[in-house]
């Protein structure tokens, strides 16, 4: 069996010579594994890990109530991953069902009307509470226009992997909400990139968020192994083609998989 030291360098192998930006840290039982970890890239749909976050944050201070039914405004409805925009107008969506579709289906719908609901100053606020300086929300998604004037949401794997330990064992949000959001977070839909090559993986084992666009490819979560859990952030950008940040993931992911299976 490969020891912690080699297991590291094989993981840094996947991504050192892959095109681009990118931004890499494993946090595990048996030490980290870094590689340009606080470097900012475009976040793509992983900004909607802090808006979870912020949405759990104001319902446990009562700000905001899981159960309220809210209208998706015309305005907030754009097209990009999701369903929503390709559903008939009902009378409205719970705040919960908001934030589940945000994020397991990665609904653009969705996660703009939640936006609105808790402010962008709020969400970004709660990120540097939490240490995140990397870190911000700039703009709603598929909002064109903001990215042509130089707005993009940024995150880089440092701060991601500090969110995902905020939702595990951190003291901002309670116990039930913490609960909550790993439970939605086991049930993401995307599985192209980190569990793609690991034959059997059992439910509630990863817990995790993708997100791609062109040129980005990125997955984050946390893998439960009988060993502790360890937390990852793997954000790839500037790819010549998507696919070889998909299977840099890939093959990161079944190293460390077949490593804390496999580790005495």
Sequence with gaps: MLDFSMISNKVKDCFIGLEGNHSILIKGPDGDI??????????????????????????????????????????????GSGVLSHLSIQDGWKVS???????????????????????????????????????????????HESLKLGKDNLMCASDTVTLLQA???????????????????????????????????????LAHKTGELEGIEHDVGILFTQHGPVFYAFLTAGLIENRYGRDAIANAGRLLYDYYSEKV
């Design 34 to 79: 870094t590689l340009q970890s606080e470097q900012p890239v475009s976040s793509a749909s992983i900004i909607k890990i802090p808006i979870m976050i912020e949405a759990l944050y104001q319902a446990d201070n009562g700000r905001i109530h899981l159960d309220d039914t809210i209208m998706v405004e015309n305005h907030n409805c754009v097209q």
């Design 167 to 205: 939702i595990h064992s951190g003291n901002m949000l309670s116990n039930e909400s913490k609960e909550w959001a790993l439970s939605v977070l086991t049930k993401q839909q995307f599985q192209d990139k980190f569990p793609s090559k690991i034959a059997h993986l059992s439910e509630g084992e």
């Design 97 to 143: 069902d908001l934030i589940i579709l945000m994020i397991i289906s990665s609904d653009n719908t969705a996660t703009n009307q939640l936006i609105d609901l808790l402010g962008i100053s709020s969400i970004n606020s709660t990120m540097r509470k939490l240490g995140c300086y990397h870190s911000t929300l700039m703009r709603k998604m598929m909002d």
